[in-house]
């Protein structure tokens, strides 16, 4: 049982390059999440996606866009990486929202030098 | 600005004792509360949740308080074990506004001794 899959676990960038961070579910869940998680914020919602075929912003967009494939799949996309986007990333999803557990992926560690 | 705060950044315990991780949040709309465990390299994994119409609720040796009227919840472990050395991270969101938003504490790192 795999959960949520993230790919890749470790990257580095060079400030405006671009890059696609992968996330997939096994869960057949409909929600699925991308955070951020800086030293000393918390996690802070990115993107997220209630369904299939629909995305919203969430506290931190800017920088960022996302797709939601399929059912399984939620992509996050740097079209031009900035220093400033060095972080952690994780992708998440649940089955109802907010209104249930959400399970997470390992992560990614992103550096933009 | 942060709506859900962990004041304390990290709490030392002695193995069986009482572990108390403390949650504060300023959004009165918030209605659905959990807990979150981090280990270094891993995603966080959901711990407990509570809805804003109780006020205790309890899995095994954890058990979330929930006091509205002062904004604040905590998480309670006992007896604390070594395995149980993590970061805690306090979520909250609110259901009735049909929001798909978690907000997260900064986190509370719980070491326990052995």
């Known amino acids: 049982n795999a959960g949520v899959t993230q790919t890749p676990k470790f990257q580095v960038l060079k400030t405006g390059q671009s890059m696609t961070l992968q996330c997939a579910q096994d869960m057949n869940h409909n929600s699925m999440y991308w955070y951020r998680q800086d030293p000393g914020m918390g996690l802070r919602l990115i993107y997220y996606s209630a369904s299939e075929g629909t995305t919203d912003k969430g506290e931190v967009p800017n920088g960022y866009n996302v797709s939601r494939l399929n059912k399984r799949e939620f992509s996050l996309r740097l079209e031009s990486a900035a220093p400033s986007q060095t972080s952690v990333y994780f992708c998440a999803s649940s089955e109802r929202g907010s209104s249930s557990e959400a399970f997470f992926g390992q992560g990614t560690r992103l550096t933009v030098v | 600005d942060q709506q859900v705060k962990q004041n304390s950044p990290s709490l030392s315990v002695q193995e069986g004792r009482i572990s108390i991780l403390n949650c504060d949040y300023t959004?009165?709309?918030?209605?659905?509360f959990l807990w979150y465990k981090k280990y270094p390299a891993e995603g966080p994994t959901f711990l407990i949740s509570i809805s804003s119409i109780k006020d205790k609720n309890e899995d095994g040796r954890f058990t979330v308080f929930l006091n509205k009227s002062a904004k604040h919840l905590s998480l309670h472990i006992v007896p604390s074990q070594p395995g149980d050395s993590a970061v805690y991270f306090c979520?909250?969101?609110?259901?009735?506004?049909?929001?798909?938003?978690?907000?997260f504490g900064t986190g509370t790192r719980l070491t326990v001794i052995p």
């Open positions: 959004n009165s709309m918030f209605d659905y």
């Open positions: 979520a909250a969101s609110s259901i009735q506004t049909g929001a798909n938003n978690l907000f």
